[in-house]
């Protein structure tokens, strides 16, 4: 390969760190759960036969989550469904704006790549733990708002739904944690030697540039 499709790989490489995790941030704003209202009584503002839609956004910040537009109960009788902000939520989107910083500004790369991918993985880490708690609270919410007795063979869980935002930016934030823990164990093994010149003359090692 010659020196400057090296040098195009590498900086194609570096960039794929701080893409991934800017995508992991943005899905954020993409819907992490919803809360499918068929259980009695609905859920919070909507009415039996709505859905309650959860960004992450709304998660880290205690927003208000969208209700189907045409199944919002009338106002005497809706109930909160807006949860406290949750810190690990918050966490989560620190640590892609440090990740993010450290992938674009840092120089050397054994560090970056090492920081990178602790970063990412706690991410995620954090990102999973967040999203069994809000299960848990969005369903005691929900128990606690039921008008009757769940149809047969249904559970409180059977109505509240992982969502497409929370799946991708997981990930995008394992996929980020892998590839540069793979990138440091590379660098930290050091130099590959070069193959034997097919002449029989001395074999000559070269460093590996750091990308």
Known sequence: ???????????????????????????????????????????????????TTYTGW?????????????????????RSDVLAPQPLAG??????????????GVGRARTRRGVVAALAAMAALFLLVNQATVRVLVEERLR??????LPVGKDVGDFVHD????????????????????GWVRLVRGPAAAPAPADGGPAATRALPEG
């Open 163 to 182: 969502q497409g935002g929370f799946g991708f930016a997981l990930l995008a934030l394992v996929l980020v944690a892998l590839g540069n823990l793979a």
């Open 91 to 104: 966490v989560v989107l620190v640590l892609l704006v440090i990740g993010v910083l450290i992938a674009a």
């Open 1 to 51: 390969m010659a020196d400057d499709e090296r040098r195009s790989v590498r900086r194609f490489s570096r960039l794929l760190s701080p893409a991934g995790l800017v995508l992991a941030g943005l899905l954020f704003l993409a819907p992490f759960l919803t809360v499918s209202c068929e259980a009695p009584g609905g859920y919070g503002r909507a009415a039996p036969g709505g859905t």
């Open 58 to 78: 709304d998660l880290a910040t205690g927003g208000t989550p969208d209700v189907t537009a045409d199944k919002l109960l009338p106002p005497a009788q809706r």
């Open 144 to 149: 606690e708002q039921l008008t009757g007795p």
